[in-house]
């Protein structure tokens, strides 16, 4: 076995960082309790928002009709730098091939809404594929980019729609922020709806081709970005792997023990949980003094390591548990040593 010599502070980093992973793995209890939760239901469920801390969140349109507002849907979300997610269908492909370029051009992906729309529950499985894979194909020869997700017409689904398309590597997507602006509402009443209902991980469901949405999308993009919300394409938003969905459609991270804190992901990776970071009594100040530590090398903040590892054992992880399996205590210490040695070669 490869001998490594621990002196104090390589100690102190190596259990600093395993601590880190220690406190973000301790959130995955959670969610695989809601896990079996959800299996037990036996129900297939699309993604409806997903649980994150980073107020990153998702504005969808669903494009079907006509191609009124394209490029005021363009420079308004430009814009507030917002980068949007516009499902469409392989008709309105058919119809309008320069809009839908537009929309990608312009930096905003394209996911798949059907090829014609049809009403999928309970549509016949063959039916369905041929319908998906045309809409995916007239998607692909505009964009060059092959669709990773569905959004069902009108949000039909049952349990043979999901297993189905998701079978053919598509993720299916709802929304839990409904704007209703297909009702024609006052321009006022989408944007107050809106803004109350979004939290950090919510999917928004706008149409194209609405004057109202037009309207209102400003002020709603304002608003929000005056609460700090960042807007992202929903394949940006949810996880693709190590992930459950509670009964209400919240996709949440499920995150195993062995997670890794590399200098590259440590910035990702606080910011995601950060939640349960400040519930081990580490602070802003201090996370950003530990992800410094990660990427430099440097020693790990006495206040932080002694949070992170209380926080860590109250979870029954021991910081002894965490140094790598190749590292052993070596026969002679150097300077920077002292104190007794335990049989697991840390010192204290």
């Known amino acids: 076995m490869r001998m490594i010599t621990l002196t104090k502070k390589k100690v102190k980093r190596l259990t600093a960082i395993g601590l880190l992973a ?192 037009t309207e209102a999308l400003p002020q709603i993009l304002e608003q929000l970005s005056q609460k700090g919300y960042e807007f992202v394409p929903v394949s940006e938003l949810i996880y693709t792997e190590n992930y459950t969905i509670d009964p209400n459609g919240m996709q949440i991270s499920i995150v195993q023990s062995n997670t890794e804190i590399t200098p590259e992901n440590v910035d990702e990776v606080m910011a995601q949980y950060s939640e349960q970071l400040h519930s081990a009594g580490v602070s802003d100040e201090q996370m950003a003094l530990a992800a410094q530590a990660v990427k430099s090398g440097a020693e790990i903040p006495d206040e932080v390591y002694e949070a992170l590892a209380d926080y860590a054992m109250s979870n029954g992880i021991t910081p002894a548990s965490l140094i790598p399996d190749t590292a052993e205590a070596p026969d002679t210490m150097d300077s920077e040593s002292s104190g007794a040695e335990t049989e697991s070669g840390i010192v204290k």
């Open 22 to 213: 220690a406190a973000t793995a301790a959130a995955g209890v959670g969610a695989i309790l809601t896990s079996v939760g959800t299996q037990a239901t036996e129900r297939q469920l699309p993604v409806y928002c997903v649980e994150r801390g980073d107020n990153k969140i998702s504005l969808t349109f669903d494009v079907a009709w006509e191609n009124s507002n394209t490029q005021e849907l363009i420079d308004i979300l430009d814009e507030y730098d917002a980068r949007a997610t516009f499902f469409v269908t392989g008709d309105w492909c058919d119809r309008y091939p320069g809009d839908v370029k537009m929309f990608a051009d312009a930096g905003h992906e394209i996911q798949n809404h059907s090829d014609v729309h049809p009403h999928v529950k309970g549509m016949n499985v063959n039916d369905l594929i041929t319908d998906t894979k045309s809409a995916s194909r007239k998607i692909k020869d505009i964009t060059d980019t092959e669709p990773t997700l569905y959004r069902a017409p009108y949000g039909e689904y049952d349990d043979t729609v999901i297993t189905t398309v998701e079978g053919m590597g598509l993720t299916v997507i709802q929304w839990d922020v409904d704007s209703l602006d297909w009702k024609k509402p006052d321009p006022s009443a989408i944007t107050k709806k809106v803004v109350n209902s979004v939290k950090s991980g919510s999917i928004v469901l706008f149409h194209n081709d609405l004057e109202n949405t």
